[in-house]
Structures are given as C-alpha cells and as structure tokens.
C-alpha cells in the first residue's frame, strides 16, 4: 500500500485521549497513545476498574482504546483470547509526559520503540518510581501477564531527542520543537510524508513562562508549509485576557505577604514544575520553607538533575519533607520502605506534630490528597488555601470540589483561585492556526472543534476511526 494517511482513533470531540496513526509509503506511527479520562468516566470510576485479568477486553469493548490489530501487548492479547501478532506500527512519537498523552502506552507491543524528549523520559521515571506499579500506567516497562513471582519487568525500547535535531522512522522525517506547556519537556513535531509536511502540535500555550519556545514551534511550523495541522484546543471556548505565571506569583506572593501569621496551604500539580518554582519561591521569599509531601521527592530527585530545570533538591536548606502516618501508628522511619525510608530518614523530613508547633513558617504544598494530613497538623482557622489548578470541568470533579469545600469549612481556611493554565486560550489558538496556515486543519482534544472555523475555513470535522487520505492539496476519506 502506497500513500499517506491520518486515522485519529482518541482525542476526537473529548479532553486528553490523543490516538493518532499516521501512514506513510509501508510506515507506521502513533502519535501519543493516552488515556481518556472523561471516556474512562462514563464506564468506570474509583471501585469499579477494567478487569486486568481480561487483557485489554474491557479497554476495547468500552472504546478505552481501539480495535486495532498489530499493536498491543502478546500477553494481554493472550489473556483476552485474541490472535497476536508481530507489531505493525514502527514508532510512538511522545508530545509530553501527562497520562492523557502516554499512559496507553501500557498496552502496546514491547517491540514497538518510543520516541521521546529526554525531560519527558525524565519524568516518567519520576512518576514510575513514586508509585506502586499500576497496570494503567507501565510507560517505560511492564510486568508481563498474568503475573508470576519473580518476573522482571520488560523494559522498552526508548530513544530519546532534543529540540530541532531532526530523525528518521522509516520513510518519514521528524523535526522535534520544544513547546511550552504546564510541564517541561512538551514537544510539537513536522513530520515530512510523501505527501507534504504534517504538523501536531501536543499541547500548547502562549501566555506561559516560556512562550519563545512555542513561538519558535509555530515560526518552523510556518515556514514547512504544511499540508495538514493537528491541533489541540483544549480551552477555545476560553477568551480570558490576563494570565501568566508570573500572575500566579504576584497575586499569591501578596497573598502570603499580607498574612505574616498565617499557615499556607498550596494545592498545584507538582509536574508542573514552573509552579514548583513559583511557590518555592514565594516561601523563600517569605522567610518561610515549602513543605512537599514524601512522594513529591521523587520528581524533586530526579528534575533537580537538570540545571535548565532550576528545581531545588529534596535535601534543599528552603524544603522540608512530609512524614505521613504509617499504618503502625508512629513515626518510626522504620515504617516506611525503599526510597522512602532515605526520604523520611533526612534531617529536613518533619511530622505533622512538628510542623503545626509553628505552621506560619511553612508553605504546605500538600493537595487534595493529603487533606486527611489536616487533622494531625490542625491548622487554625483562617489559613490561607491557595488553590492553583484548573477549575473543576467534569461531574467528577465537581464532586471532587465538594469534599474540598467541606475540608476548608470544617477548619475555617480561606479559599483563593489562583492559576495560569497550561493550555492557550482561544485567542491565542486562533493566532496558531492562523500562523501556521496548513491547508488542513485536523481539531483534537477538544470539546468544540467546530469554533475553529472562526481561524480558517480549511477545517476538517474529524471523525474517530476514520482514515483521510492526505494530498498535496487536501485530505479525503477513504
């Protein structure tokens, strides 16, 4: 078979889930390979979970991931009393490290290479290291089903790359470009077919710490010419004007600033690390030191190794540890196993006891997870909450925001919204793609794609599943 085709099979009309399959003259490649979360939601939620014992049954049945032969796992096939086969895709190309983009990836063939930035990979070892092994979420490696003691886990195959230093994949030609996004090590490609150039933006923002770097994206996207642009619009529907993380700063720095006596409580996801570095920042200011929680050490262990980065150490004079409650009751660090032992064992890990002897001293960067750490620390009533993540979207989240505003009324705490997105708005969306110019535009990860016809009358409604043959002037259904 000869020619170029795009089949987007995640992404379509829904936040996050990005699946995409780009064809070229007998080579294959995905773009991403994430997790849906909203999809996910419509079937399963805390204690109600796809059946590991099934393979990958009930992720195809619920439309999870696609029915697609060539790409998945021999083991999970086995499992879900499917045909396997050898792997018929040659590559991942990784955009970014949030599981909307690669936590699917679990799920594929280990003879399948992935493609990533070096921050990304990074990253992902950060984030497998934190946790227990979850069937989800085996990125970089997977324990082979069913599973059996002993087994060692089976690693992939991973090349790494940097902005603007081109490679192959079979027939095609991949130009990588940093763009900037609410965690580093986020990636647009060019990638030159047959057929012209193809552009994927990842996700994308202008208004963040670094806008060069997307700026710098859609300057080389621009000057490709490219026949078809893959991009997300994830906050279209969004016109606000200002934000900035330097925004973030100021307005929480004044915050604190103002409340000399008061305890801080910051709730931000902490693979962002521009916002690390803002509240880092804040408590220095401030003559105070940010409490993390014990399993945040591990993505302050391993970013803290890049000096581009700028994130401070676990072991920094400026942070103190949290030392939760074990099961046993105390403190012990005999209660807390592997890396988290070295964590809790350091003279800079405090308890709950020790920190609200004097809680005003500290910026506490704990989150919604660890609200049950308030009955131990008790922080007195008038504590700052400063709430630096999205605003809830979704059913679940509403809920979500329900408990929280039940934990602040039982402890008096004053709630304040404060955060820079790490998608641009419509604005700056419609500017993109008016930039670049493809002939093509393919809408993904978003809830309103049609809004685009407002940036070019060269939209395509993509369909989930659907093949579009791509020509040197446009892209047809097959």
């Not at 992404?11 to 294959?28: H, P, R």
């Not at 996801?269 to 945040?296: C, H, M, P, Q």
């Not at 004097?358 to 997870?369: T, W």
Request: glycine share 8%.
């Amino acid at each position: 078979m000869s020619g170029c085709t795009i089949t987007i099979y995640g992404g379509v009309n829904e936040v996050g889930g990005n699946k995409i399959l780009l064809y070229d003259n007998g080579t294959k490649i995905l773009l991403d390979f994430g997790k849906g979360f909203s999809r996910r939601a419509r079937f399963f939620e805390e204690y109600l979970k796809p059946r590991s014992a099934n393979g990958i049954v009930d992720f195809i049945e619920t439309g999870l991931i696609p029915d697609v032969e060539g790409i998945y796992r021999e083991d999970l096939l086995e499992m879900a009393g499917m045909k396997a086969s050898a792997p018929a895709v040659d590559a991942v190309l990784v955009s970014h490290a949030h599981a909307d983009h690669v936590d699917y990836i679990s799920f594929l063939h280990r003879d399948i290479p992935l493609y990533m930035g070096s921050t990304c990979h990074t990253i992902l070892q950060a984030i497998q290291d934190r946790a227990p092994r979850d069937f989800e979420r085996e990125v970089l490696d997977f324990l082979p089903k069913p599973s059996k003691r002993g087994v060692k886990p089976v690693a992939r195959k991973i090349n790494e790359f940097r902005s603007g230093r081109k490679f192959k994949i079979g027939s095609l030609e991949i130009h990588p470009i940093h763009v900037d996004h609410s965690i580093p090590g986020a990636y647009g490609f060019i990638i030159y077919t047959s057929a012209g150039p193809v552009v994927y933006t990842g996700d994308v923002r202008l208004h963040g710490a670094r806008p060069e770097m997307t700026q710098e994206f859609v300057s080389e996207a621009r000057a490709a010419k490219p026949i078809v642009l893959i991009c997300e619009g994830t906050r279209i529907t969004d016109i606000s004007l200002e934000e900035s993380e330097q925004r973030v700063f100021r307005e929480a720095n004044g915050l604190v600033t103002k409340h000399p006596d008061s305890p801080v409580f910051a709730d931000f996801n902490f693979k962002d690390t521009d916002r690390v570095k803002t509240f880092y920042r804040i408590a220095k200011e401030n003559g105070r030191k940010l409490v993390v929680k014990l399993k945040d050490c591990y993505y302050l262990k391993y970013l803290s190794q890049d000096p581009n980065l700028g994130i401070p150490s676990y072991d920094d004079k400026d942070i103190v540890i949290y030392k939760p409650k074990q099961v046993s009751g105390t403190y012990a660090d005999g209660d807390y196993y592997g890396e988290d032992a070295t964590f809790a064992s350091l003279p800079n890990a405090k308890t709950a006891a020790e920190i609200s002897q004097n809680p005003s001293r500290y910026v506490c960067a704990l989150g919604y997870f660890s609200f049950a750490s308030l009955i131990d620390i008790r922080p007195p009533s008038g504590t700052l909450y400063i709430h630096s993540a999205s605003e809830p979207y979704n059913e679940e989240m509403v809920l979500n925001q329900e408990r929280v505003d039940n934990w602040l009324d039982k402890f008096g705490m004053e709630r304040h919204q404060i955060h820079c997105s790490g998608h641009a708005k419509g604005p700056d969306l419609f500017q993109i793609v008016k930039e670049i110019d493809a002939k093509m535009l393919f809408p993904i990860h978003t809830e309103h794609p049609e809004l685009y016809v407002r940036a070019t009358r060269n939209m395509t409604v993509v369909e989930e599943g659907k093949t579009y043959a791509l020509q040197r002037v446009n892209a047809e259904p097959i």
